[in-house]
């Protein structure tokens, strides 16, 4: 039978992805408005190359329009995620459990697409503090979103194993 111990770590993981997912939605929410309502006055004094690119941000660099836009795609699918993985785990049953495993791994995907844009942004550099905090945060969530997956597949592990019957043993 299973012990619990990834119930429980999946659980406070979800709670914490949560949160994190929400706080980045927030300040990547507020980074799209922020660009839209200064994307105007900043770009009519860009050359022409720079001034018809589809994604341009006022507050970065060349890849904050793509690593904003991607990282609000991918909080939003996050929270919905964790909410969504928190009911299927307090059923903890095979089938619930196969949904939060396959819903945590797009939405981890998903993260890690965002990571790598936040990578390049860092890389290029010249960015203000609140994309610098926007930065981190995708890839500490990242980070955690890559446990909290482990811990549901885990325990979709631990479910199948207690309901299939073990062959070869005695």
Not at 96 to 124: D, P, Q, V, Y
Not at 154 to 162: F, K, N, R, Y
Request: with cysteine; net charge neutral; hydrophobic share 55%.
């Amino acid at each position: 039978m299973a012990s619990g111990g990834s119930k429980s770590a999946a659980f406070m993981l979800l709670l914490l992805n949560l949160g994190l997912y929400f706080v980045v939605t927030i300040i990547a929410a507020w980074a799209v408005n922020h660009g839209i309502e200064r994307a105007r006055e900043s770009a009519s004094v860009l050359s022409l190359p720079a001034k018809i690119f589809p994604i341009y941000f006022p507050v970065g660099n060349m890849a904050t329009g793509f690593f904003v836009i991607f990282t609000l795609i991918a909080g939003v699918v996050g929270m919905a995620t964790s909410l969504t993985g928190i009911m299927n785990v307090l059923e903890w049953d095979s089938p619930n459990l196969h949904s939060a495993a396959a819903s945590s791994l797009i939405s981890w995907s998903l993260t890690l697409l965002a990571m790598g844009l936040a990578c390049k942004e860092i890389n290029i550099g010249w960015t203000e503090a609140n994309l610098r905090t926007l930065e981190v945060m995708t890839i500490i969530v990242s980070g955690t979103q890559l446990l909290c997956t482990g811990a549901i597949h885990v325990g979709v592990g631990e479910t199948v194993d207690a309901v299939r019957p073990h062959v070869g043993r005695a």
